[in-house]
């Protein structure tokens, strides 16, 4: 993993009508915390309100230009979806969102009133958003592309300054990879993530991140041949030495989803 990038105001206009808001947990994992973009000024659409902390939903709502109608996901894990029931019981907004799957890190408590395909869109006076399925971090991880502005909301899958933890069973390597270039072909003009600030070179970015899973999952590859037996928290130390062992627990999770990818691939005996 590398660092965030620099710090982000708590509260920025990214373009006309679209507006990020920070909210109040930094962290390791989540870098200066988690970004909630509010779209419109008449009627508003809030994206990934985050955990479930009252006084950044209480922001939300006064920061809002018009009135809240509609709260979107990326996905449930819980620096992102928990909020959702407090801000859906102020302001009575349509949710909407893929379901939690199963397992560890899901917020069960998500509940859509609509769930959206990829393909689906919200279609407003002031703009359209349209959800983009793109599994790997989570199964069910949507993308939200902004018409107008050509800009891709991109939640955990590409993020500012930090490669992202796949985690199995949920996470998958191999669907990470696919919708990576999928976001690649899309040809945005820019990439709006759940942690960091607006990534404006998405299709240099994309390549490295898939140059650089590439390149981990060769030194996945190689210790598998060469200490055949060795489970995935074993190898870490092989494949991860230039980690800072602190976080080699996140790393395992990784590896772990590399040595499936591999063995689906059928690259080891």
């Given at each position: 993993m590398s660092g965030f990038g620099p710090e982000l105001p708590e509260f920025a206009?990214?373009?006309?009508?679209i507006r990020r808001l920070l909210a109040p947990n930094p962290s390791m994992m989540t870098g200066p915390g988690t970004n909630t973009y509010l779209f419109g000024d008449e009627?508003?659409?809030v994206l990934d309100p985050g955990?479930?902390?009252p006084a950044h939903i209480d922001n939300i709502v006064a920061r809002a230009p018009g009135r809240i109608r509609w709260i979107l996901v990326t996905h449930t894990h819980p620096d992102h979806s928990p909020g959702v029931r407090l801000l859906a019981k102020e302001t009575s907004?349509?949710?909407?969102?893929?379901?939690?799957?199963?397992g560890r890190h899901q917020d069960q408590t998500f509940r859509p009133d609509r769930i959206l395909a990829d393909g689906d869109a919200l279609q407003t006076d002031e703009f359209r958003l349209t959800a983009v399925h793109t599994p790997g971090h989570a199964s069910n991880h949507l993308c939200y592309r902004h018409a107008a502005h050509n800009l891709l909301f991109t939640g955990d899958h590409i993020i500012d300054g930090s490669t992202v933890v796949i985690d199995p069973p949920d996470g998958n390597m191999q669907h990470y990879l696919e919708s990576l270039r999928r976001c690649k072909a899309l040809d945005c003009a820019a990439l709006a993530p759940g942690h960091g600030g607006v990534i404006h070179d998405p299709g240099r970015l994309i390549d490295w991140i898939i140059e650089h899973r590439l390149q981990r999952e060769a030194?996945?590859?190689?210790?598998?041949r060469e200490h055949p037996g060795l489970s995935a928290s074993?190898?870490?130390?092989?494949?991860y030495r230039d980690v800072d062992p602190g976080l080699y627990g996140w790393a395992e999770r990784s590896l772990l989803a590399h040595?499936?990818?591999?063995e689906d691939e059928g690259l080891v005996p």
């Amino acid at each position: 993993m590398s660092g965030f990038g620099p710090e982000l105001p708590e509260f920025a206009e990214i373009e006309t009508g679209i507006r990020r808001l920070l909210a109040p947990n930094p962290s390791m994992m989540t870098g200066p915390g988690t970004n909630t973009y509010l779209f419109g000024d008449e009627e508003v659409a809030v994206l990934d309100p985050g955990p479930a902390l009252p006084a950044h939903i209480d922001n939300i709502v006064a920061r809002a230009p018009g009135r809240i109608r509609w709260i979107l996901v990326t996905h449930t894990h819980p620096d992102h979806s928990p909020g959702v029931r407090l801000l859906a019981k102020e302001t009575s907004a349509e949710v909407l969102g893929m379901p939690a799957p199963a397992g560890r890190h899901q917020d069960q408590t998500f509940r859509p009133d609509r769930i959206l395909a990829d393909g689906d869109a919200l279609q407003t006076d002031e703009f359209r958003l349209t959800a983009v399925h793109t599994p790997g971090h989570a199964s069910n991880h949507l993308c939200y592309r902004h018409a107008a502005h050509n800009l891709l909301f991109t939640g955990d899958h590409i993020i500012d300054g930090s490669t992202v933890v796949i985690d199995p069973p949920d996470g998958n390597m191999q669907h990470y990879l696919e919708s990576l270039r999928r976001c690649k072909a899309l040809d945005c003009a820019a990439l709006a993530p759940g942690h960091g600030g607006v990534i404006h070179d998405p299709g240099r970015l994309i390549d490295w991140i898939i140059e650089h899973r590439l390149q981990r999952e060769a030194k996945v590859l190689a210790a598998m041949r060469e200490h055949p037996g060795l489970s995935a928290s074993e190898l870490v130390p092989h494949v991860y030495r230039d980690v800072d062992p602190g976080l080699y627990g996140w790393a395992e999770r990784s590896l772990l989803a590399h040595m499936q990818k591999i063995e689906d691939e059928g690259l080891v005996p």
